[in-house]
Every structure is written in C-alpha cells, then in structure tokens.
C-alpha cells in the first residue's frame, strides 16, 4: 500500500466510524453471500452471512427477469431467465428493521460450479468445463485452490479471476500449468484482476491454481474464476465516444468475427462504428456520474464500457508521442483518449495558451477500474515544470469523501504569458505494465465554476441501504463537490416518490458541502424495496442547471463504490418519530428560535428521557463554525407536543440554514406473546426529524432609525446650542 493510499483509507476510516453508536433494531449488514454467480436460465440456492438477517421479508435483484425466494434467515433460491443479460448486479435484502447495502452478484453466460475445501491438492482439482466458471473463497490464510480443464492444441483461451467488482476482498494471482508440468502462463500481481490470454501448446488436462496475494482470510475473501473459449469481446478504444455523431473505435477480442486467425497473435482487433444514440436507446447508462454504458457487440460475449462525452476526442496516437519533441498536438478545450501500450511508456501533449488562461485538468484511470496512479506534469518549451498534478485527496481543502478515495489527479493552472505547453501523462504504477486495455482519460477544459453532488450512506448505516420507517423521518446524507470557486446555493428535490413518501425541498447553503436530505413514510405505506431519485438545481453563469445526484455505497473494504441506482426499503414502525414546525421561518440575528416539536412513540417502551441535539451549520462572516446559544436539549414526554427554544447569536452570516434535530434515548421494544421469551433490555436509539429551512436576515439598518443630531455652532462669543433640522 502506497503512503497516498494509507493516508486516503484514513481519511474514509475517519468518516465513517466517527459517532458510531449500536442502536435498536439495527438493519440488515450483508457480510457475504455465496455462491454469487449465477447462469442465465438456472435456479440457485444461496447463503447468506451477515448480522441481524432475522426475518427477512423480501430479496432483489437489479436485473431483469430475476426473482428471488427467500427461504429463510441464511438462505435464498435465485431464479435467472434465460433471457437475462450477463452482467453484475446488486442483490439487497429488506427486514422489518431496514435494508441492507447492494453486494455484487454476477449473472453468466456459462456454467458455474462452486468450490468446497476439497479441492486444495493437484490431485483433487475441481474440473472445469469450457466454457465455465466456479466461484470460491480463501478459507484460510494460505489456502491454495486447483482446477482442471481438457484443452485441445492450439485452441485460445481466456482465464479471468474477480473479486474486487464482485464485492471481494481478496486480491488472486493464478498460474497455468500445462498437460506435462509445466508453467506456461503466469498473472501480473500488478492487475487487479488477473487475465490471461493464452494458446494451448497441447491437447489434454490443464490445472490452474489460485491463490491469495494478500496472504490472509477473512469472510468476503471471495473470487471467481472463468475458462473461455468461445468469441469474446475484451477491450475497446478509444473507450471515449462523442455524443452527437457514430463514432469509430478498435475493438479487441478472442475469435472475432470476420478476422482471419493469426498463427502466432492470440488477440485480435477489429474497427467498427458505434451510434451513440442506439446505443442509449437499448439500455440504461451504467452511471450517470460518467456518462458511461456497456457495449455489445453482436456474436460476441461479454460487453465493455463506454464514456460519452460532449467535448471535442483527441486519440492518443502511439507511439509517436513519446518524447517533448515529438508531443502530440491539442487544442483546448479536448478529451483525450490515452493508452500506455508498452511499460514505461510516457505520453506528450501539446497545447497553446493566453496569459492568464485558467484551465481544468481531469485524469481518469482508476475511476476506469483500472490498476492506475496516474501523474501530470505542466512543461514549458525548455521543459521546465511548471506544475504536477497530483491526486485530489492531497489537495488541501478540496477532498470530498468521494474524490478522496481515487488515486487519479486533478486540478487547476494558469499560465504565466502566451506560449507553447507541454502536458506530460504517465503511470507511476506502469514500469511493468502495457497492454491495449491500459486506458486513461483527461479532460481539459477552460476553468469554470461546476459542482457534483453524491448520495452515500451515513457513519451510523455505513454497511446498510436507505431504511425508512413507517409514519417517520429517514436521512439520506448528500455530498456535493464544489470546483472551482463555485459558492452558490443547491436545491435538492426527489423526483417522482413511491406511493406512501413525501420529500420537502432542503436548500444547501453556498457555505456548506455536505447536508441532509429528509423523507418521510407514512403509516401505511406497504414494506418493499422501491429505488429513489434525486435531482440537484442550482445556477451556473446565470442559467439553472439540474443535475442527477449520483449513488454511491462503501464496500467492506472501505473503498468508494457507484451504484446504477439508489434503492430504499420500507421497515415497520420506528419506536420513536418526531416532527419540528418553526413558528417563523424568518429570523434575525440574535433572535429567539422557536420550533413545536410533536413525537410519537409505535407502542415500545421508552425507558429514558430523550437527549436532544440541534443540528445547523452556522457559520460567521469568515466562514467559521458558530453555535445557536442555550438549546433547548430535552422533552417532556407527559407531552405530545412541546415547544424548544435556542437563541441566535448576533456574527452569524446571513442567509439559508438547514436545521433538524436528533434525538438518543433507551427503547424496550414491545413484549411478545410469547410468555417463554425473556424480556428485553432497553437499547439506544436515535431518531431525526424533518428538515425545515431557517432564513436568518441581518440586523435592521441603523442608518434608516437615526435622529437629527444637534450641532454646536458659536455666535458672538457664545455658544448656543441650534437644532438643525
């Protein structure tokens, strides 16, 4: 581990466990399920591990044409039509107490096995059939797995082994040995997930052995490992396409179509041309934070992604752009398309600027899913560097929890007269490592104001989903990305609601990057899984912009992760809810807030006096944190109603404040039936109201309240004292 990515780890351990607290009826946590791979057109059997599964009421997952049969607490029957596309998807799990968070599972073109501790020795590898796949676990630290294939002579084949994109924690390496012993193939422990492409030397039985690199066990030390031989679809590029017109690109595969086979070349490529808009017509985007959806291409297994872009492609045209002298020329605005063919291979760029110029620069290669730590460097003609870009959690000050996990830069720079430039793209990690699919991106744009907002669980739910209570109030925690001197308020709406949710407006102040975002269940509405979305409007160069708030869960391994959409699950009732009215929405500074606060309790018993909090970010004319003065911070529960008070303090900035309040108590949940049951003890629970927007106004101005002034004016050696009206 790099000493950048220890310190980002850090940085997302700290967000994520600060004011942690067990609380009541927690929702369902997903360890791990297994197997997690199912062919298209069977039926499986699953197990579940994770915490409080206890009576699961209802499982999904996102793909077409799949049901799922909850058989009880540990278990779950997966049936997949035939006609569901390949691909991974997101399984979730719905209790009365709450939803889990989406785990990975796969469906496939193939037959899948699943692996038993038996098959740890040559002599007892679990045989494969081509294609196929077998998902398995590290049992133990040390723990070494073996297959075997029949193979024919000169037949080409695919090894592949996931566990990072499947929800795993383990990283795999592998090794092919041939019919006679010997190791003909062995994966980089620099891929992520290890692929080989090889061709058989032979005909007869081949063993693959698996192990882990990272030499330990834990629950989610998931992989799954594949065998293919039929026409597959690999790579693409430039893997960046432009929305209003077709779009040639090279595509690479095994076996494809209409391209004659190489005695020697296991890979092939091919040029075809892809229609952005039929693309879209026939699925979904992968994800709206990049524009991105998965390419099919008729005959071929297997898709790949594609990034559309409105920004004018430039192709990074190998190898001819290797040195400062032989730079590529640009001109900006751009999106460059880049790959590294071959280790150790550098990419030169050159642009123009004005004096003064301001310009945005993105790269891109981990946020591809790809073993990258990119670096740029800003050059002049005598190639002095003028800047290095380095990744944006180091960038004091400008890290959100989201850009803090990527290892890809970004930044701004400005250049001091008018003249040639140099742009200067390298992977810190590529010293042994090339290939067709080493792809990156950059973005260069003039500099301007621009924001992104993200949705991503709280510190208290960081291993659950959205949970929401009947006749309560649940928060989704949004996070927004303000670049480059953006500082204007966000308006953040949910569109189209699930019958039974209603949603307020909340206003996200210029001063503020993270916020809440309140929904409130009624009684009645039914207990299901229904997706959630949110949209974010706020105004850019005097034009209102509206954008799509984009998912986003953590894996166990705290890594960031993006989600195709943000799902919510309706639970029973809560055993406490409460609701806050202002009595005036409008404040000024110095001034008494006054809120009505009506709670309720579902029937449990409340065994301690709530503890309230207030939550508003106020901040003064510096942008510093300031606190509302004597708050109100208990209720009275002989009342269903009560009315809090706390004081403004006078050097706060003027304008829109979000405010909600939470509240901690013991609950005894409600006695069974059951008279053999033992009772339970209190447990803590915290409950959120809504959220109402304050606006603070500023003090009158004196200047209008102010009263003639007398002067002293002297005549004839006396003074007199003449009002002057």
Known sequence: MTARRFIDCLMILGLSLCNSVPLFAAPPELESLFPFSFQAGTTVEIKLKGKNLK?????????????????DDKSLRINVDKQTPAGIYNLRLLTDDGLSQPYPVQITAWSTLTATEKSDQPDSALKLSLPGGVDARFEHTGDIDWYAFTGKKDQRITLRCRSNSLGGSATPLMTLIAPDGEEIAFASPHQREPVLHVKLPNSGTYQVKVFNRAYSSDPSALYHLSVNTEPRLLAVFPALINSSQPNPVTIQGISLPGVSQNATQILQQKEITVDPEK?????????????????????????????????????????????QKTAQKIKVPCDIAGQFLKPRDLDWYQFTAEKGQELSIRAFGEQLDQQMDLELALLDSSGKVLKSLTNKAEVKGTATPISASSLDPEGTWKAPKADTYYLLVRDLYGSSLGGFDRQYRVCIENKQPDFQVYAYPAASDRFSGVSLHQGGHTHVTIYVDRQHGFSEPIRIQAVDLSKGLSADEVIIPAHQSEARFSIFTSKNAPQTIVPLSLKAIATLQDQEVVKQIHPQTVSRSDSFQQVATLAAGTAKAAPFNMTIKPHQGKRTLGEK???????????SEISSKPVLKWHIDLVDAKNKQASLIQPDTSLDLKQSENTLTAQLPQKVKPGQYSLWLSATLNVTPSQSTDKKQKKQKPAPFEAVSNIITLEIQP??????NIQPRKKAIKIKDKATLISQQ
Not at 55 to 71: E, F, H
Not at 295 to 321: A, K, R, S, W
Not at 593 to 603: C, F, K, N, Y
């Open 699 to 704: 003090l009158p101005n004196k200047k209008n």
């Open 593 to 603: 807030i006054e809120l009505d606060v009506q709670w309720e309790s579902a029937g």
């Open 55 to 71: 009576d699961i009421r209802q499982s999904q997952v996102s793909a077409p044409g799949v049901s799922v049969k909850v058989l």
């Open 279 to 323: 693309q879209a017509a026939s699925q979904q985007p992968h994800s709206s934070l990049t524009n991105r959806f998965h390419l099919n291409v008729p005959e071929l297994e297997g898709t790949v992604p594609l990034i559309i872009t409105d920004l004018p492609i430039v192709v990074d045209q190998e190898p001819g752009n290797q040195s």
